[in-house]
T-cell receptor
Framework: TQLLEQSPQFLSIQEGENLTVYCNSSSVFSSLQWYRQEPGEGPVLLVTVVTGGEVKKLKRLTFQFGDARKDSSLHITAAQPGDTGLYLCAGGGGYNTDKLIFGTGTRLQVFP | EAQVTQNPRYLITVTGKKLTVTCSQNMNHEYMSWYRQDPGLGLRQIYYSMNVEVTDKGDVPEGYKVSRKEKRNFPLILESPSPNQTSLYFC???????????FGPGTRLTVT
């Protein structure tokens, strides 16, 4: 069974701090997606990375796909309370599967 | 507006009383799926459908049924709900399986 493990599981920080969330697997994926889920809502796609070593930026969020396409990271610079939410990574096109595998999630709380 | 709708949003029921959660999408997506979300376990896929009349089991299908008679609708059926099916349920659709998933707002189910 393919697994995507995220760390940390929980993160509470003050506004203005930087943080990094990790998404790791022993399997290779053809693409890696990051979603953010706010309370009472479904997850919403932030970004998709498809090339090993790829880096994508979305304002203060920087996403990186590992060279071997087994892991990914999300870095947030100068976090704001609006960044609060559950962050989920999801790997697609992994070995012997054509479906999306979701990570365990990182719950981020940013205090003003 | 492109969206996935689910109904009901909240449901409290008793063990054994059959229920159906509806899901509908207006994006003409071929792929639809159901997930359940539980604390510490992330999003787990229950069933998925690649097209009309084509459905298959996900990772946790026991106790659930689905049908796909029309492209836009993908209802989730619990024939005899049990307390361990208390969870937050999400329906999702996408163009292809590993593409961006569009999620519904969720259905919070409590089985007593």
């Amino acid at each position: 069974t393919q697994l995507l493990e995220q760390s940390p599981q929980f993160l509470s920080i003050q506004e203005g701090e930087n943080l990094t969330v990790y998404c790791n697997s022993s399997s290779v994926f053809s693409s890696l997606q990051w979603y953010r889920q706010e309370p009472g809502e479904g997850p919403v796609l932030l970004v998709t990375v498809v090339t090993g070593g790829e880096v994508k930026k979305l304002k203060r969020l920087t996403f990186q796909f590992g060279d071997a396409r087994k892991d990914s990271s999300l870095h947030i610079t100068a976090a704001q309370p609006g960044d609060t939410g559950l962050y989920l990574c999801a790997g697609g096109g992994g070995y012997n599967t054509d479906k999306l595998i979701f990570g365990t999630g990182t719950r981020l709380q940013v205090f003003p | 507006e492109a969206q996935v709708t689910q109904n009901p949003r909240y449901l409290i029921t008793v063990t054994g009383k059959k229920l159906t959660v509806t899901c509908s999408q207006n994006m003409n997506h071929e792929y639809m799926s159901w997930y359940r979300q539980d604390p510490g376990l992330g999003l787990r896929q229950i069933y998925y459908s690649m097209n009309v009349e084509v459905t298959d089991k996900g990772d946790v299908p026991e106790g659930y049924k689905v049908s796909r008679k029309e492209k836009r609708n993908f209802p989730l059926i619990l024939e005899s709900p049990s307390p361990n099916q208390t969870s937050l349920y999400f329906c999702a659709s996408s163009l292809k399986w590993t593409y961006e998933q569009y999620f519904g707002p969720g259905t919070r189910l409590t089985v007593t």
